[in-house]
């Protein structure tokens, strides 16, 4: 399984990015996915989390500011954030869940990316 995250960068306040991941190696549409994030000193957090049918859930810390989507054809998750804070500065992962309709527990997921890193600056 891979899982290649890319679309972090520099930012200022108020800017938006947009993070893909790419998935090889599982079958992609059976899978809810995620997007965690990291920053120092933190623990990781999960911030969005796809369904299989599409459904969506976000961390009340990013709710109206982060949507996640998917791509079962090109099998990708991205996460498009809008209204960046300097808070939201950190190691952004995708990451491959266990079941169709994950929870937040990081048991919930097996595999994660490598990480992308996003910096807002204030």
Known sequence: VQLQACGGGLVQAGGSLRLSCAASGIIFSMHGMGWYRQSPGAQREL??????????NYANSVKGQFTISRDNGKNTV??????????????????????????SGPYDYSYWGQGTHVTVSS
């Open 78 to 103: 991205t996460l498009q954030m809008n209204s960046l804070k300097p808070e939201d500065t950190a190691d952004y992962y995708c990451a491959e869940a266990r079941f169709a309709v994950p929870g």
């Open 47 to 56: 911030v969005a989390r796809v369904f299989t049918d599409g459904g969506t």
